[in-house]
């Protein structure tokens, strides 16, 4: 699989050839988006609404066709052997495509670039030796600064060519990072290419190490459920849920370089503090009882406990009649609503209906003919309103937490035989609270009033869900985000042995369990691309302690030298800060970014160490640039973040950041893990056992 680089420029050239089906494509493209800009809608829209929307949708289809100087067009070519989907006629010339980004086509309406997401494209991803589904070459395309420079092509049905790992394809994989997290449309592989097409009507759940391409795997396949079902997800709404702000920066520009804009996205933090502003913060301790599934029961009870059976018949007047409704119908009804188990909200509204319907009946009975205008006036008559507001009275969801969290007595009666008595002194205030609005409410109190919220009226539901990180969410944030796709679909991420919260999951069948999408099938990606093999191997030492069972990454990547583990003068803190500054100037000496990682105690020394020497650095999700490489990251804000080089400072002193010793190890392991191209560990302090 010989790779080509440039040598003239003759038109028997195929590097030449190549580089004007680029121009030309990319002058197609310009010219498909003159012709949206230059539409006219004066004369198709009714009225200005139509014409808001319309011209809404040409703005974004216009922002769609923007070419990217930095993004190639297209990055690989198919020659099939057949013209697709015709009958196989004998010595018949096959169809050659062009794969990329987005669709392109010429004057005529005929393809010049074929989306990666469309079926004649998929042979790019799956094709092999073993079945080359009809494709006798791939071409493989590689660029320098937007500029195409070689081509390497694979013969996938000639019997004298041997498989190699394709250069280009590991040249890609391992480019230089600079700026936000880039797509890996050019080099997914065929375990990646089958989650990324999976249907939308089932849920998949991603188990990676570090490396797999687990993160770029679930937002190429929001990119392509959008593809396959454009209409439905816009109708419905897709959603990417992401651990924290920086995270979220990181990732932002990867849909939007696969031509999708209009993807939403947002931590759980950002799902659940609608009605409520986040002030305070819980203890370990507490915020494990309150992120327990066991809640959601505490707080059905506590809403429930507000119905009270009825005492007294309701007396409607209608003119000069009066209509009784005796105490024991009543009560056939709360206990009908009670047993359906509606939304409460919905059965507060529905229980003035039923008794308004019970005077109907005896109205009709006495000879009247009343009809669905006269039920909406007796449901709205005082003596109802009063019936309901005794019976079923409104329930305001962030008093009821109030008082579950401030009332002892509240809460033991409806905790009694699910939580301990330790643990409901674990969650109660110790100060009481006087308002909603004068409350320091915890993330964890957010979440719950988000599941009380939900109990009163119905949570609105998604098309289609991406949760990443998703090892480290509690049971009841799984449950707030199978909520927003309980009629929709969701694609899970996360790492188990990346799991760094006190509440991280056990398994991915009791966080999907508690998701509501137990049926979702469970991949396990293996093959490592980014982190190099000496270091995967470094950090797979913690896997036996963090994560029993587990499968190792194996990575494809042989980088020798990407590993130093070295000591400085123990416990002189001075000298460690030293060793810090110049192992980073020896990786700025590199190309790409530098990431210095440290436990977030660390972080001021170390930033005050880098301004003395004269380095300027970044926090985390502000985007590395050619001028500014280096990022000073706290160990809890590593997940998820890459780096070509990594400074790892002190790994003892990441460990002891974290309330126990197991998610300590959890929290180094996603530190060493954060390499593309090189790994400097740095210590004073004895380096935990399991690395020794």
């Given at each position: 699989m010989p790779a080509h680089e440039h040598e003239s420029d003759t038109t028997t050239d195929p590097l030449a050839h190549e580089r004007a089906h680029?121009?030309?494509?990319?002058?197609a493209l310009r010219a498909m988006r003159e012709d949206a800009q230059a539409l006219n809608i004066r004369d198709v829209t009714a009225n200005w609404?139509?014409?808001?929307?319309?011209?809404?949708?040409?703005?974004?289809?216009?922002?769609?066709?923007?070419?990217?100087?930095?993004?190639?067009?297209?990055?690989?070519?198919?020659?099939?052997?057949?013209?697709?989907?015709?009958?196989?006629?004998?010595?018949?010339?096959?169809?050659?495509?062009?794969?990329?980004?987005?669709?392109?086509?010429?004057?005529?309406?005929?393809?010049?670039?074929?989306?990666?997401r469309a079926p004649v494209s998929q042979p790019f991803y799956r094709a092999s030796r073993k079945d080359p589904l009809d494709v006798g070459q791939?071409?493989?395309?590689?660029?320098?600064?937007?500029?195409?420079?070689?081509?390497?092509?694979?013969?996938?049905?000639?019997?004298?060519?041997?498989?190699?790992?394709?250069?280009?394809?590991?040249?890609?994989?391992?480019?230089?990072?600079?700026?936000?997290?880039?797509?890996?449309?050019?080099?997914?592989?065929?375990?990646?290419?089958?989650?990324?097409?999976?249907?939308?009507?089932?849920?998949?759940?991603?188990?990676?190490?570090?490396?797999?391409?687990?993160?770029?795997?679930?937002?190429?396949?929001?990119?392509?459920?959008?593809?396959?079902?454009?209409?439905?997800?816009?109708?419905?709404?897709?959603?990417?849920?992401?651990?924290?702000?920086?995270?979220?920066?990181?990732?932002?520009?990867?849909?939007?370089?696969?031509?999708?804009?209009?993807?939403?996205?947002?931590?759980?933090?950002?799902?659940?503090?609608?009605?409520?502003?986040?002030?305070?913060?819980?203890?370990?301790?507490?915020?494990?009882?309150?992120?327990?599934?066991?809640?959601?029961?505490?707080?059905?009870?506590?809403?429930?406990?507000?119905?009270?059976?009825?005492?007294?018949?309701?007396?409607?007047?209608?003119?000069?009649?009066?209509?009784?409704?005796?105490?024991?119908?009543?009560?056939?009804?709360?206990?009908?609503?009670?047993?359906?188990?509606?939304?409460?909200?919905?059965?507060?509204?529905?229980?003035?209906?039923?008794?308004?319907?019970?005077?109907?009946?005896?109205?009709?009975?006495?000879?009247?003919?009343?009809?669905?205008?006269?039920?909406?006036?007796?449901?709205?008559?005082?003596?109802?309103?009063?019936?309901?507001?005794?019976?079923?009275?409104?329930?305001?969801?962030?008093?009821?937490?109030?008082?579950?969290?401030?009332?002892?007595?509240?809460?033991?009666?409806?905790?009694?035989?699910?939580?301990?008595?330790?643990?409901?002194?674990?969650?109660?205030?110790?100060?009481?609270?006087?308002?909603?609005?004068?409350?320091?409410?915890?993330?964890?109190?957010?979440?719950?009033?988000?599941?009380?919220?939900?109990?009163?009226?119905?949570?609105?539901?998604?098309?289609?869900?991406?949760?990443?990180?998703?090892?480290?969410?509690?049971?009841?944030?799984?449950?707030?985000?199978?909520?927003?796709?309980?009629?929709?679909?969701?694609?899970?991420?996360?790492?188990?042995?990346?799991?760094?919260?006190?509440?991280?999951?056990?398994?991915?069948?009791?966080?999907?369990?508690?998701?509501?999408?137990?049926?979702?099938?469970?991949?396990?990606?293996?093959?490592?691309?980014?982190?190099?093999?000496?270091?995967?191997?470094?950090?797979?030492?913690?896997?036996?302690?963090?994560?029993?069972?587990?499968?190792?990454?194996?990575?494809?990547?042989?980088?020798?030298?990407?590993?130093?583990?070295?000591?400085?003068?123990?416990?002189?803190?001075?000298?460690?800060?030293?060793?810090?500054?110049?192992?980073?100037?020896?990786?700025?000496?590199?190309?790409?970014?530098?990431?210095?990682?440290?436990?977030?105690?660390?972080?001021?020394?170390?930033?005050?160490?880098?301004?003395?020497?004269?380095?300027?650095?970044?926090?985390?999700?502000?985007?590395?640039?050619?001028?500014?490489?280096?990022?000073?990251?706290?160990?809890?804000?590593?997940?998820?973040?890459?780096?070509?080089?990594?400074?790892?400072?002190?790994?003892?002193?990441?460990?002891?950041?974290?309330?126990?010793?197991?998610?300590?190890?959890?929290?180094?392991?996603?530190?060493?893990?954060?390499?593309?191209?090189?790994?400097?560990?740095?210590?004073?302090?004895?380096?935990?056992?399991?690395?020794?």
């Amino acid at each position: 699989m010989p790779a080509h680089e440039h040598e003239s420029d003759t038109t028997t050239d195929p590097l030449a050839h190549e580089r004007a089906h680029l121009a030309a494509s990319r002058a197609a493209l310009r010219a498909m988006r003159e012709d949206a800009q230059a539409l006219n809608i004066r004369d198709v829209t009714a009225n200005w609404v139509n014409a808001a929307v319309l011209q809404a949708q040409i703005a974004d289809r216009i922002k769609s066709l923007a070419d990217l100087s930095h993004t190639p067009l297209f990055f690989g070519r198919l020659d099939y052997l057949h013209v697709v989907g015709a009958a196989q006629a004998e010595g018949a010339e096959g169809e050659q495509f062009y794969i990329g980004r987005r669709h392109v086509h010429d004057a005529d309406g005929d393809p010049m670039v074929i989306d990666w997401r469309a079926p004649v494209s998929q042979p790019f991803y799956r094709a092999s030796r073993k079945d080359p589904l009809d494709v006798g070459q791939r071409r493989r395309f590689g660029y320098t600064g937007g500029e195409l420079t070689a081509y390497e092509d694979e013969h996938l049905t000639d019997p004298t060519e041997t498989a190699q790992t394709s250069k280009l394809l590991q040249a890609e994989i391992e480019r230089p990072r600079v700026g936000p997290m880039r797509d890996i449309v050019a080099t997914i592989q065929p375990e990646q290419d089958e989650i990324v097409r999976s249907e939308l009507g089932g849920s998949v759940c991603v188990q990676g190490g570090p490396g797999t391409g687990k993160t770029a795997v679930g937002l190429h396949r929001v990119a392509y459920l959008l593809y396959a079902h454009r209409e439905r997800l816009a109708r419905t709404g897709t959603l990417v849920i992401g651990p924290n702000r920086s995270f979220l920066h990181y990732i932002e520009q990867v849909l939007p370089a696969l031509g999708e804009l209009e993807v939403k996205q947002a931590t759980v933090d950002d799902l659940v503090t609608a009605h409520v502003e986040v002030r305070g913060a819980d203890e370990a301790r507490a915020a494990v009882v309150k992120g327990d599934a066991r809640m959601a029961e505490v707080l059905r009870r506590a809403i429930r406990s507000h119905v009270t059976m009825p005492a007294e018949p309701v007396m409607v007047v209608r003119g000069s009649r009066r209509w009784r409704v005796p105490a024991y119908e009543i009560e056939e009804m709360v206990k009908e609503l009670l047993a359906r188990d509606m939304r409460y909200g919905a059965a507060h509204e529905a229980l003035p209906q039923r008794i308004a319907h019970a005077v109907l009946v005896r109205m009709e009975e006495a000879g009247e003919a009343p009809d669905d205008r006269v039920q909406n006036a007796v449901a709205r008559t005082p003596a109802v309103k009063a019936a309901v507001k005794a019976i079923w009275p409104a329930v305001e969801p962030s008093k009821l937490v109030l008082r579950l969290l401030s009332d002892p007595e509240f809460l033991a009666a409806h905790a009694d035989g699910l939580l301990s008595e330790d643990e409901q002194k674990a969650i109660v205030w110790t100060k009481p609270v006087r308002s909603v609005k004068s409350a320091k409410w915890s993330a964890a109190d957010a979440v719950l009033i988000d599941e009380a919220n939900d109990l009163v009226a119905r949570t609105h539901s998604l098309g289609h869900v991406v949760i990443d990180e998703a090892q480290d969410l509690s049971p009841m944030q799984y449950r707030a985000v199978g909520r927003r796709c309980s009629t929709g679909s969701a694609t899970v991420l996360g790492d188990l042995a990346q799991g760094t919260t006190p509440w991280s999951t056990q398994s991915w069948e009791q966080a999907l369990h508690h998701l509501g999408k137990s049926d979702a099938v469970v991949e396990e990606l293996t093959a490592g691309f980014r982190v190099p093999r000496e270091v995967i191997a470094y950090a797979s030492r913690l896997l036996p302690v963090i994560s029993p069972g587990l499968a190792a990454v194996e990575s494809v990547r042989e980088s020798p030298g990407s590993l130093s583990v070295r000591a400085v003068g123990a416990a002189d803190t001075g000298a460690l800060d030293a060793a810090v500054v110049a192992a980073c100037e020896e990786s700025l000496e590199q190309e790409g970014s530098t990431g210095l990682i440290a436990a977030d105690a660390r972080v001021p020394a170390l930033a005050a160490a880098l301004t003395a020497a004269g380095h300027t650095y970044l926090s985390p999700g502000q985007e590395t640039t050619a001028e500014s490489r280096l990022t000073l990251v706290p160990a809890s804000l590593a997940k998820g973040l890459e780096y070509d080089y990594v400074v790892l400072d002190e790994p003892a002193a990441v460990v002891d950041g974290e309330p126990d010793e197991r998610t300590g190890l959890r929290r180094l392991y996603v530190a060493l893990t954060r390499a593309v191209s090189g790994l400097i560990v740095l210590h004073a302090a004895q380096l935990p056992a399991e690395l020794s």
